[in-house]
């Protein structure tokens, strides 16, 4: 009986610590403030310290649509053209094979360099995408341009991605200057005519 009576004065003896202040913060501490929204706000970072404010420097830093430039559509070949009329500096198709499945052509008319092969980039809206890209000479050897071919694919899709956005696409080949494109309704019409079947 005795036993109880003595371990009770003992257990409050070692739960009176657990009522005081046990944890290493100041008095004088100061919490954030409350319009302090991830870090958005930190400075002196010679990058930025968030994906938005990533994002946000990234498409600032593209320069705008080449020229003025905008896109066309032409419903009957499923086709989005940007350029001037009748010399687009890139195009996308949705082709209709006879036998077999739809298939994206990416055209970028600049004159190809010897070698023939090379990656198109399209960068934009966040995303970033990559497709093989072969030199198509014009007959008689004067000039031609860059083509791709995609099948409706994963590529596809993350090519896709890249217009899905409000932002502008920058389309490159390796060696060869840029072409910065607004995601328009065109080629995002195009891509899904391919991609939905």
Not at 72 to 80: F, G, P, T, V
Not at 90 to 114: D, T, Y
Not at 169 to 188: F, K, N
């Amino acid at each position: 009986m005795l036993k109880p009576f003595i371990l009770a004065p003992l257990l409050a003896m070692l739960a009176l610590p657990a009522c005081g202040k046990t944890d290493p913060v100041d008095d004088d501490a100061v919490g954030p403030a409350d319009g302090l929204i991830g870090d958005a706000s930190a400075t002196g970072l010679a990058t930025p310290a968030n994906a938005a404010t990533s994002e946000a420097l990234m498409q600032a830093a593209l320069p705008p649509a080449a020229g003025g430039l905008t896109w066309a559509y032409r419903a009957a070949d499923r086709i989005a053209l940007f350029g001037p009329p009748g010399t687009p500096a890139f195009s996308i198709q949705c082709q209709v094979q006879r036998e077999g499945p739809k298939e994206l052509l990416f055209v970028r008319s600049i004159s190809p360099s010897a070698g023939g092969k090379g990656t198109l980039s399209f960068t934009g809206n966040g995303e970033i995408a990559s497709v093989p890209i072969s030199a198509v000479a014009n007959p008689g050897g004067l000039g031609g341009d860059w083509r791709a071919v995609v099948s409706p694919n994963d590529i596809a899709r993350d090519v896709a991605e890249t217009f899905a956005g409000p932002g502008p696409v920058e389309v490159s080949i390796s060696g060869y200057p840029p072409l910065v494109v607004p995601s328009g309704g065109e080629p995002r019409r195009v891509l899904a005519e391919c991609l939905n079947g």
